[in-house]
C-alpha cells in the first residue's frame, strides 16, 4: 500500500508538472460529468503538491477547479437540456445514471430551487447530478452558471485547505497506513454526516413534504 501510494502521488505529481492547471481543470470537468471521478482525489493532491514544488498557486488551483466544474455542469445541463427527460431516464443507466439517481436529484432540485445548484456543489453524490434536473426544467443558465461557479469554488477551497493540513501531517507524506487511515476515517465521517442532513434526508421529501 505504501509503494502504491507513492507510486499514484508521484505520478500525479509529474502529470501536473507538464498539465498545471489544465489538467486540474480537465479532472473536475470529468468529476462534474457522468464519470464517478471524486474531487477529494484531485484537489488535495494538487494542493500538497503545488505547496511542495510551487509551480502552482491555491487561488489557481481553486479558479481551475470551478472552471472545471461549471464546464462539467454545464455539458450535462444542455445534454439533460436537448434529451428531455424520458431519454435520460431510459438510457441513463447506461451512462452511469440510474433512474433513481436522476430522481433523486430532481427532488433535490424541486426541494431548494436555484439555491439547490449551489449547494449541491458542497455536497457527494448530487454535486455531478444537479445539472440533469436543471437541465430538463429549462433552468436559466445563467443562474445555473453562477450558482455552480461559486458552489464549486468554495468547495474547491475547502479541498485545498483539507490538502495542505495533509501535507503537513509527515506521517501521511511517508505513506503510514495508520495515518491514511485516521484521514480517511475523518473524511468519511464528515462525508457521511453530510449527506445524512442534506441529501438523503430531504431527497426522500416530497415537494410539497
Request: proline share 5%; aromatic share 14%.
Amino acid at each position: 500500500m505504501h509503494d502504491l501510494f507513492k507510486e499514484l502521488f508521484e505520478w500525479y505529481g509529474r502529470s501536473l508538472d507538464s498539465g498545471g492547471y489544465w489538467l486540474v481543470a480537465l479532472l473536475m470537468a470529468v468529476e462534474s460529468s457522468i464519470i464517478p471521478l471524486p474531487s477529494e482525489l484531485v484537489i488535495p493532491p494538487a494542493a500538497i503538491i503545488a505547496q511542495r514544488t510551487g509551480n502552482m498557486t491555491m487561488f489557481g488551483i481553486v479558479i481551475a477547479g470551478a472552471i472545471g466544474s461549471w464546464v462539467g455542469a454545464t455539458a450535462m445541463y444542455w445534454a439533460s437540456r436537448w434529451a428531455g427527460r424520458p431519454l435520460v431516464m431510459r438510457f441513463g443507466k447506461y451512462v452511469f445514471i440510474p433512474p433513481a439517481k436522476v430522481e433523486q436529484a430532481e427532488r433535490w432540485a424541486a426541494q431548494f430551487g436555484s439555491f439547490g445548484i449551489f449547494a449541491s456543489r458542497l455536497l457527494p453524490v448530487v454535486r455531478h447530478l444537479i445539472g440533469i434536473p436543471a437541465g430538463i426544467v429549462r433552468m436559466n443558465y445563467v443562474s445555473f452558471s453562477i450558482y455552480t461557479l461559486i458552489g464549486s469554488g468554495i468547495w474547491c477551497a475547502v479541498l485545498c485547505w483539507v490538502g495542505l493540513k495533509a501535507g503537513a501531517d509527515e506521517a501521511l507524506m511517508r505513506g503510514e497506513l495508520h495515518r491514511i487511515g485516521l484521514w480517511l476515517v475523518a473524511a468519511l465521517a464528515v462525508l457521511g454526516v453530510i449527506y445524512y442532513l442534506f441529501v438523503h434526508r430531504f431527497s426522500r421529501r416530497t415537494p410539497n413534504a
